[in-house]
């Protein structure tokens, strides 16, 4: 059964990057499409985008200038840096295995990150 | 605002069912048959319980079902338990942004 683990960043400055690892294991990384979506504390859950084993990506548009989403296969990991954070991206960040973006099946537990200087 | 609309709560008795709703568009919901639907617990990840409208992945009791008619799709509980309280989620693939949408959550709550 394929688990995800996100990596925790925790404490991010307001205009600095965040950067996110998720690490796949038991299962291969091909066919799907791995996914960040996050959780703003008390509110829904929001798609940033996704990678897919190739290498195509695609992004919500309200991100699109901010997000980068990249994977290393050899590693099983994939990977989001986002630009220039402010408050509004405080949330829980979760990696998943996105099935042609329609949905995801997997998800990693989740890691909380808070921005503030 | 979320893309799709979900009531924010709802509530039964242990036993009974419950339908939550999930209204869209026909750029969402209606127009495709990627509807799916989340159950959150408190701090944990959220887990998927129906996949393109009405399939179950393995080890989703089947007390969970779920339709969709139009621009809305619905989820329905049946014989609920303690354990079925928790937040559910709505999702449809979009189309335009080759990715699904969520809707805001509803609040299941077991008397």
């Known amino acids: 059964q394929v688990q995800l683990q996100e990596s925790d960043p925790g404490l991010v400055k307001p205009s600095e990057t965040l950067s996110l690892t998720c690490t796949v294991s038991?299962?291969?990384?091909?066919?799907?499409?791995w996914s960040w979506i996050r959780q703003p504390p008390g509110k829904g859950l929001e798609w940033i985008g996704y990678?897919?084993?190739?290498?195509?990506?695609e992004y919500i548009p309200s991100l699109m200038s901010r997000a980068t989403i990249s994977i290393d296969t050899s590693k099983n990991q994939f990977s989001l840096r986002l630009i220039s954070v402010t408050a509004a991206d405080a949330a829980v960040y979760y990696c998943?295995?996105?099935?042609?973006?329609?949905?995801?099946?997997?998800w990693g537990q989740g890691t909380l990150v808070t921005v503030s200087s | 605002q979320s893309a799709l609309t979900q009531p924010p709560s709802a509530s039964g008795s242990p036993g009974q069912s419950v339908a939550i709703s999930c209204t869209g568009t026909s750029s969402d919901v209606g127009g495709y048959n990627y509807v799916s639907w989340y159950q959150q617990h408190p701090g944990k990840a959220p887990k998927l319980m129906i996949y393109?409208?009405?399939k179950r992945p393995s080890g989703v009791p089947d007390r969970f079902s779920a339709s969709k008619s139009g621009n809305t799709a619905s989820l329905t509980v049946s014989g609920l338990q303690a354990e079925d309280e928790a937040d559910y989620y709505c999702s449809s693939f979009a189309g335009t942004n080759k990715f699904a949408v969520f809707g805001g959550g509803t609040k299941l709550t077991v008397l």
């Open positions: 393109e409208v009405t």
């Open positions: 038991g299962g291969s990384m091909r066919s799907y499409y």
């Open positions: 998943a295995r996105g099935v042609f973006g329609a949905y995801c099946d997997s």
């Open positions: 990678i897919t084993y190739s290498g195509t990506t």
